[in-house]
């Protein structure tokens, strides 16, 4: 099954933040609920800090550098 480019969504991951998924999604977490997200652009927390975690709050701001935790570099620029 292939979706049309009407029904994909965009995600980009920050180096040091959420992962920014374009919106409105559907959240499913582990426990089989399901979390409407109707806003155009939607914060996925990746530090598993947030209070609203799957939803970014921004707990990541509060982090130190070098305080450990997955760094993930950005990915490559596609060739023009």
Same mark, same amino acid.
């Given at each position: 099954m292939t979706a049309s480019d009407a029904d994909r969504r965009r995600m980009t991951f920050t180096t040091d933040g959420p992962a920014l998924v374009e919106?409105?999604?559907?959240?499913?977490?582990?426990? #089989?609920?399901?979390?409407?997200?109707?806003?155009f652009l939607v914060a996925i927390c990746l530090c598993r800090r947030s209070k609203t975690?799957?939803?970014?709050?921004?707990?990541?701001?509060?982090?130190?550098? #070098?305080? #450990? #935790?997955?760094?993930?570099?950005?990915?490559?620029?596609?060739?023009?």
């Open positions: 919106g409105p999604i559907d959240l499913v977490t582990p426990d #089989g609920r399901t979390i409407h997200c109707d806003r975690y799957p939803l970014c709050d921004t707990s990541h701001r509060r982090r130190k550098l #070098g305080a #450990g #935790g997955p760094v993930i570099p950005p990915p490559p620029r596609p060739a023009d």
